[in-house]
């Protein structure tokens, strides 16, 4: 099942699921969304909110759930899956959400049920990347991932930057996550195409990457301009009011995400890096398509992957291993590389 199918990402993926064969029943909270999607591609498809999620998911094996913000959906549909025994998949970047699920993997094990959040662009590739870097160098104490996306974004995405905007920075230190200042640290991620400045910001890898290596210290990066750093701790007070938060929701809902030509000439680019208190040091890099085409290649795949692996609470690496993301089309993968060098 792909549950959010009216959404940009949830359409994705269900119009790749039967370019490849598959016929997932579709489903989400509104029959005046749903049904025509449901009727352009030839698939059944169902309506219940995430209240009757239980009887929703009758019959089903595996639920792709992309119907966000996670931080208000995630935790019925966990609910549900591990009643009816479904495995579950989503696509959230949300710190917050991986850690909840992350505390279900006793329910998961009991239930025989994996939880797999994050199987998108968040957090497949970064993942991987921390997992390829792990293996290379075990005694990592330190790891830093940066990513890179062109193209734009969709509504949904949209709407979950606005839901952050009123918080600082988080990072992962001695295996605390904490607040930090946005922007505490900037550094050269050196991607594939060209070295960048990128600035500190909270995302989804200051969770997963503990889990699937055991690195203790993460920070997680992207391009933002320096002036930022500065601004954000300024205007956060205000998107934390119910006024704009309401105004930012309204603006993100109108937002249609890129559109198929936008996307083909569009990608991605991640970067990690990883040392240990000796000094030694790893990187690699990878370049990938269109953060939304990875994502829903990915989803496609895992959806197909999911029933083999163990049950309990997973991030992408633990589940399908560090290789994963070189299986998903149009990824190209740089090293790990490294050596001895001074710390930075």
């Known amino acids: 099942m792909v549950y959010g199918v009216s959404g940009f990402t949830g359409a994705l993926v269900a119009e790749l699921a039967v370019a490849r064969g598959e016929r997932p029943v579709l489903a989400g909270r509104s029959a005046e969304k749903v049904r025509p999607v449901a009727e352009r591609l030839g698939l059944d498809h169902r309506v219940f909110p995430l209240g009757r999620a239980e009887e929703g998911l009758e019959g089903i094996d595996v639920v792709a759930h992309c119907a966000g ?50 199987v ?5 590739p970064t993942d991987c990347a921390a997992a390829m870097l792990k293996q290379a160098l075990p005694s990592a104490t330190h790891l830093d991932l940066a990513f890179v996306v062109q193209g734009g974004a969709s509504a949904g995405t ?18 605390v996550i904490g607040p930090v200042p946005l922007g505490r640290r900037r550094r050269t991620a050196h991607f594939r195409d060209r070295d960048r400045e990128v600035g500190a910001i909270p995302w989804g890898d200051v969770s997963t990457a503990y889990h699937s290596t055991g690195i203790p210290n993460v920070t997680t990066f992207t391009t ?30 109108r937002i249609g995400g890129p559109d198929a030509a936008k996307r083909a000439r569009t990608r991605s680019e991640v970067f990690g890096e990883a040392w240990d208190d000796d000094g030694n040091r790893v990187r690699v890099a990878l370049t990938g398509p269109n953060a939304y085409d990875l994502t829903a290649d990915s989803v496609v795949e ?3 992957r999911v029933s083999d692996v ?6 992408p690496s633990s589940a399908f291993g560090a290789d994963y993301v070189r299986a998903l089309d149009g990824v190209v993968v740089d090293g790990p590389t490294g050596g001895t060098t001074a710390a930075r």
């Open 310 to 315: 163990t049950p309990g609470a997973h991030t």
């Open 158 to 175: 949209a709407r979950t930057a606005v839901e952050g905007a009123g918080s600082g920075g988080r990072a992962r230190v001695d295996g």
């Open 302 to 304: 895992a959806a197909r």
């Open 224 to 253: 933002v301009p320096a002036l930022f750093d500065t601004i954000q701790p300024l205007t956060a007070p205000l998107m934390r009011t119910g006024v704009a938060r309401k105004l930012g929701t309204a603006l993100a809902k």
């Open 69 to 118: 913000p996670f931080s208000a959906t995630s935790g019925p549909m966990v609910d549900a899956c591990l009643a009816t025994g479904t495995h579950y998949l989503d696509i959230t970047g949300e710190i917050d959400v991986f850690e909840a699920v992350a505390r279900r993997h006793d329910d998961a094990v009991g239930a025989g049920v994996v939880l797999l959040p994050g």
């Open 120 to 124: 998108g662009f968040d957090v497949v």
